[in-house]
């Protein structure tokens, strides 16, 4: 029987032991609601944020290209955005690669790298390029028929230079050069990157009467070294060019009858300038309206600075060709001078190679220029 005291301790027991009850029943409603709370806060930030977001580019739509012309199916397929970066690649081809112990060109291509620590600098033989091609160009197939159906390997070289670049961007040159200068101060500093989308030099200025005994155009533009972003315009032409006159040449029968003398024409140099000057005079990129007059050789002879045609940077003669003696070139140490070509004509049989430097060496004793080979 309870007496007064006994009912007191009783008491006092029950309210201790509902009052840890309750604390305990708080304290763990408070625990599974902290995680619940931040949990909906953190959805919330996900939401806002994703709402403050800009919504994702749509989907390229799948379309029948069957119907495009070359160069439409070519704009398709790799979009130009002169704002973006230039990629960081070096894009060189030759049959062997620099891991191979008779590798002839290791000086070259090493100052490549030294030069641009950070890119991707990429040897491409010749079964590399055909597995790359068919991978970047599988959608447009009579790129690719050109491409196999090209009798000489100069003109599958000079075509995969415009090939990979148009598709991928970066650098290329060809393996017997020597990077003097990082690609990083080819574009003066006054020139912002996100305007320029193709970057070329000079190959030869000859102000003389005869030019045209030694060279196939008044100025022309070296193709042995070039730098572009993806989906250029002038890229996009060229392969559209080479590709239907090869295919043209393959169906009249005459593309076996090619002679190596009419490199310069088909793919080479020659061909290169023409489309260059074509795309300085188009007036889909052009205000011709407005232009003070056609842009030719007028406007580069003579040039010692680069000169900036719209989203195009020309170098001069020297960036790309100094120490060659003539034609107002300078030396290796000028400040404009950032690549040197050996001009080994790699492409040729052993008994024509460094015929250009013998003609040189005339040439300067009997004021000659050398003939473009």
């Known amino acids: 029987m309870l007496n ?56 390229k739509p ?46 070259q291509e090493a100052s490549w790298s030294i030069e641009h620590p950070g890119f991707i600098h990429e040897v491409i033989t010749d079964s590399v390029a055909d597995t790359l091609l068919q991978l970047l160009y599988g959608s447009i197939p ?11 390997p100069v003109l599958k070289a000079d075509l995969f230079r415009y090939l990979i670049l148009y598709a991928r961007g970066g650098i290329y040159s060809d393996i017997d ?29 000859p102000d003389r009467p005869d030019w045209a005994d030694w060279y196939s155009r008044r100025i022309q533009f ?11 315009p002038v890229l996009r032409d060229i392969i559209s060019r080479i590709t239907n006159q090869t295919l043209e040449m393959k169906k009249s029968g005459k593309l076996s009858a090619f002679q190596g003398n009419r490199v310069v024409d088909l793919t080479g140099p020659a061909v290169w300038t023409d489309t260059i000057m074509d795309y300085f005079n188009d007036e889909r990129y052009f205000d011709m309206e407005n232009s003070k007059g056609r842009i030719d050789y007028r406007n580069f002879t003579g040039m010692e600075t680069s000169k900036r045609v719209g989203d195009v940077v020309v170098l001069p003669i020297t960036s790309f060709s100094p120490g060659v003696g003539q034609m107002g070139a300078k030396d290796y140490d000028d400040p404009m001078a950032f690549v040197k070509h050996d001009f080994e004509g790699t492409w ?26």
């Open 62 to 107: 799948m379309i029948d290209m069957s119907g495009m012309s070359t160069y439409d199916k070519l704009a398709y397929a790799y979009e130009y955005d002169i704002e973006s970066k230039f990629p960081a690649y070096i894009w060189q081809t030759w049959r062997k690669t620099p891991s191979e112990g008779d590798f002839e060109f290791r000086e």
């Open 177 to 205: 050069t020597y990077a003097i200068r990082s690609a990083l101060e080819w574009i003066p500093p006054q020139i912002p990157k996100e305007t320029v989308g193709l970057v070329i030099g000079i190959e030869a200025d």
């Open 142 to 152: 009579e790129v690719l028929e050109a491409y196999h159906a090209l009798p000489l």
């Open 4 to 59: 007064p005291r006994r009912a007191l301790i009783a008491a006092a027991f029950i309210l201790t032991v509902f009052f840890l009850i309750s604390r305990s029943h708080n304290s763990e409603s408070a625990s599974t609601s902290e995680p619940k709370d931040a949990e909906a806060e953190a959805l919330s930030a996900a939401n806002a944020q994703q709402r403050a977001a800009p919504p994702p580019p749509p989907q």
């Open 222 to 232: 070296c193709q042995w070294t070039i730098q572009s972003k993806p989906g250029h």
């Open 348 to 373: 040729k049989p052993e008994s024509e190679r460094h015929i250009g430097e013998i003609v040189q060496e005339l040439g300067e004793g009997q004021g000659e220029a050398p003939k473009e080979q």
